[in-house]
């Protein structure tokens, strides 16, 4: 496993640079609720739970390299 963890600011950038229908198919593939990956985005939500960066960080790596 990736020791690597990265910061609420980190994911909001990465999630940022995705449209629309990009952050509901991560959504789908991450099983992370649409309306958390918008907060996250937003910045409402500074403090996720790890868990949830868990879930995501596969998918945000995926999307950054495509």
Known sequence: MDPYIPSAADLRGMLLA???A???QMAA????????????RSGETDNPRLET???LLPHLLNAEAA
């Open 18 to 20: 995705l449209g629309h």
């Open 53 to 55: 960066v868990r879930s």
């Open 22 to 24: 990009q952050m509901q």
């Open 29 to 40: 593939r991450s099983g992370v609720p649409f309306t958390t990956l918008w907060k996250l």
